[in-house]
């Protein structure tokens, strides 16, 4: 696959994860100091990862959940809350997966992940 196709495949991907808002946002906020990030993160992180076949992407989901909420990436993790649900899981399914962050990462990385997903949980609801 070229550099192009990845990108284009990533930025597939990256909009029905994240949503067409969030990827517009950001593009819009993209400059010249931010603008090889945001190719980076679209033909790798999207392009690459979450276009492969291995996993399906409620299971990316549920991992990324887990890693963002370990590493205290409370805004991220917020906006990985809603693709999750884009993605199918469902607010008990995120509830589970912090659960298990509760066990191996410690209950203080949990109480703040619950926090930033109740809080996005409740924004979504309404």
């Excluded at 945001?38 to 492969?52: K, P, S």
Aim: charged share 25%; glycine share 6%; with cysteine.
């Amino acid at each position: 696959m070229t550099d192009q196709q990845r990108y284009e495949a990533g930025m597939a991907v990256r909009r029905q994860v994240l949503g067409d808002a969030h990827v517009d946002r950001a593009i819009a906020g993209t400059d010249e100091f931010t603008a090889d990030f945001q190719d980076l993160i679209t033909r790798y992180a999207w392009g690459e990862i979450w276009t492969r076949e291995g996993l399906d992407r409620r299971t990316r989901s549920c991992i990324t959940l887990a890693v963002l909420a370990t590493l205290h990436h409370d805004e991220e993790l917020a906006m990985h809350v809603r693709a999750a649900l884009r993605n199918g899981l469902t607010p008990d399914e995120v509830k589970e997966v912090l659960l298990q962050v509760a066990v191996y990462a410690g209950v203080p990385a949990a109480n703040r992940a619950f926090k930033v997903a109740q809080e996005t949980l409740r924004q979504e609801a309404q």
